[in-house]
């Protein structure tokens, strides 16, 4: 029988919530100074009065997203009731995941005990949903009992190599695309398989030449550098601070080792095939604890960079005229 393909976009296949709450992370200065690039996300929560916020927020409420704000010195600041740590600035980092449904309140108080409120509503996303049906049974069915004890080994290591917290404050950077070229993978695209769901895409594909760099999108500290991996292939992790966590996968080649302290900009590896890929290309993903968080809400649409790398590329010389 031949498999049919069928295509639809739905913003939720799970009814179960799931909120993530992100760490604290520096934004360099104060609130007050970053004013102009922390603009106020959300509506304030109903109150008596109205009255100037005395924190900011950068970042779309949206299923997928991360959002980084700036809070007064010694402020506490919670979403829904769980605390979020701040940095010695006041500045602090949260995420959506990919099915996240409804609104959050986020509260900040000061050290003198006021109180400011946001309702977040958080805005539903549709995702490319494929469905493939009339497959052969063993393209849908677990692999063996070896290749099965190989993903639990290497499952192991990448929870591991993921830390809840630490103080670095690289996220607060703007992030910058890893490689450049043609998006071939959407994040929360998913596919369905003779009627099972599959794993959702919790990541973004640039196809690139084999061998290409991988350029470090912000800075941190590689905690996995593995080389072979049953379905990345080469895969990094990248520290960017306090659980915000970069992943770079199916590289062919990993050039940093666990520990290596990176700037933006670093060649980390190149661009491959490795583990399960049917071409070469980066898959870059990103996660906040157990939340899968839209690396390319963190940048400026691939198109516009493409363009503006073209016409900032010199023109080609004529050639000449032969005689």
């Known amino acids: 029988m031949t498999p049919t393909v069928s295509k639809s976009r739905r913003s939720r296949l799970c009814l179960a919530p799931c909120l ?3 760490l604290a992370a520096g934004v360099a200065g104060s609130p007050a100074g970053a004013a102009d690039t922390l603009p106020p996300s959300g509506q304030p929560a109903a109150g008596p009065e109205a009255e100037a916020s005395f924190f900011l927020l950068k970042g ?27 940095t010695q600035d006041g500045n602090f980092v949260f995420g959506f995941d990919r099915d996240f449904a409804g609104s959050a309140t986020l509260d900040v108080t000061l050290a003198d005990g006021r109180t400011q409120s946001r309702v977040l509503a958080v805005e539903p996303r ?49 992030f910058v695309w890893p490689v450049l070229g043609p998006i071939t993978g959407t994040y929360g695209s998913q596919r369905i398989l003779n009627g099972e769901p599959r794993r959702p895409h919790y990541g973004v594909d640039i196809a690139a030449p084999r061998g290409t ?21 080469g895969l990094i992790f990248v520290d960017h601070g306090h659980g915000l966590i970069g992943v770079f996968m199916h590289l062919d080649e990993v050039t940093v080792a666990v520990g290596d302290r990176i ?3 670093d060649v980390i590896g190149k661009v491959g095939s490795a583990g399960r890929s049917t071409g070469a290309h980066l898959d870059w993903r990103m996660y906040w604890r157990a939340a899968h968080i839209d690396p390319t809400l963190l940048v400026p649409p691939m198109e516009d960079v493409l363009a503006a790398a073209d016409s900032a590329a010199p023109d080609a010389p004529d050639a000449p005229i032969a005689q």
């Open 60 to 86: 779309k409420p949206v299923q997928g997203g991360l959002m980084r704000g700036a809070a007064p010195v010694g402020a506490t600041v919670t979403l829904d009731g769980f605390a979020i740590p701040t």
């Open 213 to 233: 760099p991988v350029k470090a999108p912000a800075g941190g500290v590689v905690t996995l550098a593995e080389p072979d991996m049953y379905y990345e292939g």
């Open 263 to 265: 700037t933006q900009g």
């Open 20 to 22: 993530a709450l992100g």
């Open 126 to 174: 549709d995702y490319d949903i494929q469905r493939i049906d009339g497959l052969p049974p063993a393209m849908v069915t677990p692999p063996d009992a070896e290749t099965l004890a190989r993903i639990q080994r290497e499952s192991a290591i990448k929870a591991a190599a993921r830390p809840k917290d630490s103080p670095l404050t690289a996220f607060t950077e703007s």
